[in-house]
């Protein structure tokens, strides 16, 4: 799996947006960006993915370089709930079969 | 989407005893499942991939016979951590998932706290 790299850590305040960046440069034409994340204490839960187009849902938005060599994953507002460890993850669709390979992640805090 | 329940979700237990951890799939066939291993403050470790009916594959490091799986079904894989010890105190994680194609999803289960003393 190609390779991904993330800050460590990020603050951010409740209410206010965060924007998450990834980048993978070594990204291959059919990997897709994945985005988990873990609460504490808890398993990794999906929030977003995509391939080449930014994409939006309930949960956050993802936007895809022109280049693909970087992502960015953006919470509108955060909440105190979305403390938690961010994962960008790329996967191949043809892989099947085989699991996610996690990095480190970034640990986001929020303040109120 | 999917539902992976995981059990318990504690467990605390004695050196040189077994333990085991149950991870069901409540509304879909899981062909195939993945256990990790996580400890404070690291990112998740994959142990192993199990599959129905068949043999699990272990990642390199992972003892097979420390670890045991099973995945009788289409719904549940098990990891026993046989005679115990206190490194293996960890969080445990199994996962559904890796499909084909690009709407394949990986589901998570909520996790197990293992504490040997």
């Known amino acids: 799996d190609a390779k991904t790299t993330q800050p460590n850590s990020m603050e951010s305040n409740e209410e206010e947006p965060v924007h998450l960046p990834c980048n993978h440069s070594?990204?291959?034409?059919?990997?897709?960006i994945h985005w988990y994340r873990q609460l504490p204490s808890q398993g990794p839960e999906y929030v977003i993915h995509g391939l080449t187009s930014n994409v939006n849902n309930r949960m956050a938005s993802l936007a895809i370089a022109e280049d693909r060599k970087s992502s960015t994953l953006i919470l509108h507002r955060a909440t105190l709930r979305d403390a938690a460890v961010y994962y960008c993850?790329?996967?191949?669709?043809?892989?099947?079969?085989?699991?996610?390979?996690f990095g480190k992640g970034t640990t986001l805090s929020v303040s109120s | 989407g999917a539902v992976v329940s995981q059990h318990p979700s504690r467990v605390i237990c004695k050196s040189g005893t077994s333990v085991k951890i149950e991870c069901r799939s409540l509304?879909?066939?899981?062909?195939?499942m993945f256990w990790y291993r996580q400890f404070p403050k690291q990112s998740l470790m994959l142990m192993a991939t199990?599959?129905?009916?068949?043999?699990?594959?272990?990642e390199q490091g992972v003892e097979k016979d420390k670890f045991l799986i099973n995945h009788a079904s289409l719904t549940l894989s098990t990891l026993t951590v046989t005679s115990a010890h206190p490194e293996d105190s960890s969080f445990y994680i199994c996962s559904t998932g890796g499909g084909s194609g690009y709407n394949y999803g990986y589901t998570f289960g909520s996790g197990t706290r293992l504490t040997v003393v």
């Open positions: 199990s599959n129905e009916g068949s043999k699990a594959t272990y």
């Open positions: 070594t990204i291959s034409g059919t990997d897709y």
């Open positions: 993850i790329l996967r191949d669709p043809n892989q099947a079969g085989t699991a996610l390979i």
């Open positions: 509304d879909f066939q899981a062909t195939t």
